[in-house]
């Protein structure tokens, strides 16, 4: 199995950018394809991101698009996520998630899970 700590979440302005990274110990990290989620205060936690096991594939929420970006360094077994122009309603905890399977869209079944980092974005 794998083990994902992520780190790089904080509070920012809104237009502010962060940059969070989900480090993997355990099996080999290209084996897994990778996703980050969001789960906003009293909702449910939702897919924003996720990059297929070579890294060659992205897909992003319609809302996340054009400011995140989902990448991987296969041999710092580190996943990342950019967010740029950063918006109140960005607001959440960002879990990253690895699966055996991978993806050829914006899944949200995933085998292990991160303790997740809180964003909060203020206006």
């Known amino acids: 199995q794998v083990q994902l700590v992520e780190s790089g979440g904080g509070l920012v302005q809104a237009g502010g950018s962060l940059r969070l990274s989900c480090a993997a110990s355990?099996?080999?990290?290209?084996?897994?394809?990778m996703g980050w989620f969001r789960q906003a205060p009293g909702k449910d936690r939702v897919p924003v991101a996720a990059?297929?096991?070579?890294?060659?594939?992205?897909y992003y929420e319609d809302s996340v698009k054009g400011r995140f970006t989902i990448s991987r360094d296969n041999a710092k077994n580190t996943l990342y996520l950019q967010m740029n122009n950063l918006v109140p309603e960005d607001t959440g905890i960002y879990y990253c998630?690895?699966?055996?399977?991978?993806?050829?869209?914006?899944?949200?079944?995933?085998?292990?899970w991160g303790q997740g980092t809180q964003v909060t974005v203020s206006s």
């Open positions: 990059i297929s096991k070579s890294g060659g594939s992205t």
């Open positions: 998630a690895a699966r055996r399977v991978d993806v050829g869209a914006l899944a949200r079944l995933y085998n292990y």
């Open positions: 355990g099996r080999t990290f290209s084996s897994y394809a």
